[in-house]
């Protein structure tokens, strides 16, 4: 839009362009739906709405009549697999046909960060410490900014007890995110464990006033060990 181009920052300009765009986007996703109801992209918007509902069965119907049409577009098993984790209290199937679904994207769209990563958590929760690290560690060789691979990737590895190794990725999940407090916590442990007592002690003061400031809401660091 010129105005955009004339005027980037002027908030009146910036509203009129969210309510111009938001017209456009609505006018478009009516004329799909009325027009192709039954193409893959009119499958996939319509699933895009039930999933915004959270009606996650429906909407994992309607990404599978997507593969339907075209059993290889990139990004659908792992939408697929994300829906089956976003139910309350998935059970050890979902996880499993979530896994699956999460290979079955990395086979068609192999730079798929969040399919790693995804695969990463699932390892984590049964403790397969070394298929953690794999895919943790590949989430974030595909996505440098990946923050929560990072952490993911470190604390595999101090899990594993390969404090050294662990350090690296911690380090840089800091530098992406530096108030997690999982990080602080696990980078603790590692410098801890490998004789840096200081530069430990520092990290668990810092995790705790992170925690201290999000305990009115925010989520505690999850799955920690013991550093003892």
Do not use: C
């Not at 509203?15 to 111009?20: A, D, E, K, R, W």
């Amino acid at each position: 839009m010129f105005l955009n181009r004339e005027f980037p920052h002027d908030p009146e300009v910036l509203y009129l362009s969210v309510h111009t765009y938001s017209d456009l986007s609505s006018r478009a996703a009516a004329d799909l739906a009325t027009s192709a109801p039954k193409s893959a992209q009119g499958h996939e918007l319509h699933a895009e709405t039930l999933e915004n509902q959270g009606k996650w069965d429906e909407a994992a119907a309607e990404y599978r009549m997507v593969l339907q049409e075209n059993p290889r577009i990139p990004g659908i098993h792992f939408r697929l697999g994300r829906l089956l984790l976003s139910k309350n209290n998935p059970s050890p199937a979902d996880a499993e046909q979530a896994k699956s679904e999460m290979q079955q994207e990395l086979a068609i769209d192999p730079s798929n960060a969040g399919a790693e990563y995804v695969l990463g958590e699932i390892a984590r929760q049964n403790q397969q410490w070394d298929d953690a690290t794999e895919h943790f560690s590949h989430a974030a060789h595909l996505d440098a900014g990946f923050a929560e691979a990072f952490v993911g990737w470190g604390s595999a590895l101090v899990s594993l007890k390969k404090f050294s190794e662990a350090i690296l990725p911690l380090e840089t999940a800091i530098k992406l995110e530096p108030g997690n407090p999982a990080a602080h916590y696990m980078l603790a442990i590692a410098y801890t464990r490998t004789g840096h007592k200081e530069d430990g002690e520092r990290e668990f003061a810092i995790q705790r006033q992170l925690t201290q400031k999000g305990a009115a809401g925010e989520p505690s660091p999850e799955s920690q060990p013991n550093p003892n």
